[in-house]
């Protein structure tokens, strides 16, 4: 069963900075081969798409983080990071990790909803204040 467990919510200002992890375990298949994703919701909102990162470790993001947050994934550590520069404060949000064995080099293309992603972290809150 694969495991999700993101970390490095906080409060912040805005125009500040913050870093989230997602540290993977438990799969069946080789990490590097996944799809993973962040996604975000915020209250009386639906989850919504930040970005996804393919397993060529090609990026794609939504319009709104664009330019501010960066993705990445070390596959030899099995961990997904969200780097988050010049936060506003309607990027107040819980934000999850997600992973899906399927889609392969093609998930950033075909941009699957979160209802496509088989497994979920618990969330880490970020909240930024004007």
């Known amino acids: 069963q694969v495991q999700l467990v993101e970390s490095g919510g906080g409060s912040v200002q805005a125009g500040g900075s913050l870093t989230l992890s997602c540290a993977a375990s438990?799969?069946?298949?080789?990490?590097?081969?996944?799809?993973m994703g962040w996604f975000r919701q915020a209250p009386g909102k639906e989850r919504e798409v930040v970005v996804l990162?393919?397993?060529?470790?090609?990026?794609n993001y939504a319009d709104s983080v664009k330019g501010r947050f960066t993705a990445s994934r070390d596959n030899a550590k099995n961990t997904l990071y969200l780097q988050m520069n010049s936060l506003k404060p309607e990027d107040t949000a819980t934000y999850y990790c997600?992973?899906?064995?399927?889609?392969?080099?093609?998930?950033?293309?075909?941009?699957?909803?979160?209802?496509?992603?088989?497994?979920w972290g618990q969330g880490t809150q970020v909240t930024v204040s004007s």
């Open positions: 438990g799969y069946t298949y080789s990490y590097s081969t996944y799809c």
């Open positions: 997600a992973a899906t064995p399927r889609f392969g080099v093609a998930c950033t293309v075909i941009r699957p909803l979160p209802g496509a992603f088989d497994f």
């Open positions: 990162i393919d397993s060529a470790k090609s990026t």
